[in-house]
């Protein structure tokens, strides 16, 4: 096991590499990493319980230090902090001046609009007949109520998806204007993901703030500007730019990908699928099992705020520490056969958000809103659904992406 690194994109290739998962959680859970510099490796942390632990323990392992592999010095850490790469009273401060926008009683009100969108993505796409699910539903779909949180026109929802696949896609050639570890991207090393698509998105979110300093604008961008900070600290131009930029990354990403796995694991299980044309009432209850299934973010780093003994891992002060949620998603001393796509799982703790602590996703009642309802609407008319071409995986450990799944629908 010591040669194994989850550094290394080629291991996820092909997209999680959930063998080498099972692998690690039995033989070598608290792992140590080997990485290239001038990142100096890290433990990756695979059973649920003890990533459960590391989520829970702000104090021992904390997220001040960032949040990704990447190593960034203080003044990159004072540039480029937002919501998730703070702790303590401020963190509490920053979650509480957006929560009451993502509470379920907040977006069961989107419920009628999600409903008419949904309806419009898919005769889009269907109209087709053969199409890129990706492309025409998955990204489509969650950057259309990005859009209408951030209450700016639908003409703007395409630049919105490229500049998340720009800053996302930074270990990804395709995506990537300058890929994260090649030295031109250290013109970029005060901003988000080392990205200029970062510079592109601080400018349309200033704009967008000009015009609404002042007013009694109720959408996401309006409560960052004109709303108090429950800790008495005015919010900074820069928590302005990375938190709007967190908005627009996390508000499209992660739902975007749960929506193409979750087809994906549909097509490749049509017992499941069936199911729920039979049995609709168990989509709201599905939808966690698509969550799990999908993991849609591998991991977010912490780091060791000082030595500890980690499960008998001597684990030193400002060391990297790696819960891997999409291992602790297939974990079988808490899911029974984690390798099945069970839609009637119950219960089903996983870890999707997070399990728990601070930092558990501040969107997930959205998310869980947004899967709901599109794949109500979806199962209800399809007969078939058959990939028509090989799925293509994004190149990177952070997020479990598809980048293109071309399929073809028959409808009922």
């Given at each position: ?13 092909n ?45 021992t ?68 007949g ?14 259309q ?44 090393r ?97 939808v ?41 998603n ?24 997070g ?37 293509d ?20």
């Amino acid at each position: 096991m010591k040669s194994i690194t989850l550094a290394n994109l080629d291991v996820f290739e092909n997209g999680a590499p959930w063998s080498l998962f099972a692998d690690l959680r039995r033989e070598s859970p608290i792992h140590w990493n080997e990485e290239e510099k001038p990142n100096s490796g890290f433990f990756s942390v695979t059973r649920y319980h003890d990533i459960v632990k590391v989520l829970r323990d702000s104090d021992t392992f904390t997220s001040e230090r960032f949040t990704n592999l990447e190593e960034v010095d203080a003044e990159q850490e004072e540039a480029r902090r937002s919501l998730l790469e703070t702790d303590g009273t401020r963190h509490r401060a920053l979650r509480r001046l957006l929560q009451g926008q993502f509470t379920p009683q907040a977006v069961a009100k989107y419920e009628t609009f999600l409903r008419g969108l949904t309806a419009t993505t898919l005769d889009n796409a269907f109209a087709k007949g053969e199409f890129d699910f990706v492309e025409e539903v998955a990204a489509d779909f969650p950057i259309q109520v990005l859009a209408k949180l951030l209450d700016v026109p639908e003409s703007d929802t395409g630049q919105l998806i490229d500049w998340g696949n720009r800053m996302i896609g930074f270990d990804d050639p395709e995506h990537a204007d300058v890929l994260i570890n090649d030295p031109e991207s250290e013109k970029y090393r005060l901003v988000p993901f080392k990205s200029p698509a970062a510079l592109e998105v601080f400018a349309y979110g200033d704009e967008l703030a000009r015009q609404r300093k002042g007013k009694d604008g109720t959408d996401l961008v309006s409560v960052l500007v004109n709303s108090p900070m429950s800790d008495g600290i005015a919010l900074t131009e820069r928590d302005f730019h990375t938190n709007f930029l967190l908005l627009v990354v996390a508000g499209n990403e992660t739902t975007r990908h749960t929506i193409s796995h979750t087809m994906n694991n549909l097509i490749n299980n049509p017992d499941q699928l069936a199911l729920l044309q039979e049995r609709p009432d168990l989509i709201p209850w599905a939808v966690e099992e698509f969550l799990r299934y999908a993991s849609p973010v591998y991991h977010f780093r912490r780091t060791a705020t000082k030595d500890v003994d980690f499960n008998g891992v001597e684990i030193k002060q400002g060391q990297k520490i790696v819960p891997w949620f999409a291992s602790g998603n297939r974990d079988d001393s808490v899911f029974e056969n984690p390798n099945k796509f069970d839609v009637t799982r119950n219960p089903n703790e996983h870890m999707a958000f997070g399990r728990g602590g601070p930092h558990m996703c501040l969107g997930n009642a959205l998310a869980r809103i947004e899967l709901r309802v599109m794949f109500e609407d979806l199962v209800s008319r399809v007969d078939k659904v058959e990939r028509v071409g090989d799925v293509d995986f994004l190149r990177s450990n952070f997020v479990h992406g598809i980048k293109r799944m071309p399929v073809k629908v028959t409808l009922r």
